[in-house]
């Protein structure tokens, strides 16, 4: 896949994959990457704002959905800057489930070409 972190500014996450590895049949992106990297960045995402409360955290996907919009024909990139609960740490405090709902914007070509919604889960290690 390629996958490259681009970066975690101002609460957005971006990671990017380039299209050449990624290719279906039709010369365009593979679905399986876009949703590889949507999920990637999602758990990423949750186990950047986990580890501001714990130590050693993990973290899983629980549930998924994915809209494709428009067919990918560059580099992709995924997005993520959903809202932290305000219950999120506490509850990874005391030992409890922390639970984020995601959405995810991929971009092809500065197009938003799908939407990735995921809801994650992160706690202690166990």
Request: aromatic share 8%; charged share 15%; proline share 4%.
């Amino acid at each position: 896949m390629q996958l490259q972190f681009d970066g975690f500014d101002n609460g957005v996450l971006t990671m990017s994959c380039p299209l050449e590895p990624n290719i279906n049949d039709k010369g365009t992106g593979f679905g399986g990457s876009i949703g590889a990297l949507a999920t990637i960045c999602g758990w990423t995402y949750t186990m950047i704002h986990a580890k501001t409360a714990l130590e050693d955290p993990e973290a899983m996907i629980v549930d998924q959905s994915m809209k494709f919009h428009a067919p990918v024909t560059g580099t992709f990139t995924a997005s993520c800057s959903s809202a932290i609960p305000d219950d999120f740490h506490q509850r990874l405090q005391e030992g409890r489930n922390g639970k984020l709902h995601l959405e995810i914007a991929i971009h092809s070509n500065g197009e938003q070409v799908a939407t990735y919604q995921g809801f994650y889960i992160a706690r202690k290690r166990t």
